[in-house]
């Protein structure tokens, strides 16, 4: 079973924009913290961006921040991020995971275990 489900990757030119949505089918997110994390080939997993439970506080890695925004849509299950002004490296699969904290402590510390439901990913692609 594939409880979160990532959608809206795709190819798109430097200076292009996209919008990825993450949303759960089984169990609500009302009451979870939702991550985004991405892995390019040959890299380590990286965190994106976090938003809080009921629509708390938001948080984002320095390489995105001014270009990406994460909210989120309580009536339809789902979290979205905004991706704008494009750039090459950020080329890599976009998953998204809940965070058991409600409040993105697990994010913000990469700590796995709390990290518990993931995606099965969206491949994003920059380039000319």
């Known amino acids: 079973q594939v409880p979160l489900v990532e959608s809206g990757g795709g190819l798109v030119q430097p200076g292009g924009s996209l919008r990825l949505s993450c949303a759960a089918s089984g169990f609500t997110l009302d009451y979870l913290a939702i991550g985004w994390f991405r892995q390019a080939p040959g890299k380590e997993r990286e965190g994106v961006s976090c938003?809080?439970?009921?629509?708390?506080?938001?948080y984002y890695a320095d390489s995105v921040k001014g270009r990406f925004t994460i909210s989120r849509d309580n009536a339809k299950n789902t979290v979205y991020l905004q991706m704008n002004n494009l750039k090459p490296e950020d080329t890599a699969v976009y998953y998204c995971?809940?965070?058991?904290?409600?409040?993105?402590?697990?994010?913000?510390?990469?700590?796995?275990?709390?990290?518990?439901?993931w995606g099965q990913g969206t491949q994003v692609t920059v380039s000319s």
């Open positions: 938003v809080s439970f009921r629509d708390g506080p938001t």
């Open positions: 995971a809940t965070d058991s904290s409600a409040t993105c402590i697990y994010y913000r510390k990469n700590y796995q275990p709390g990290l518990e439901r």
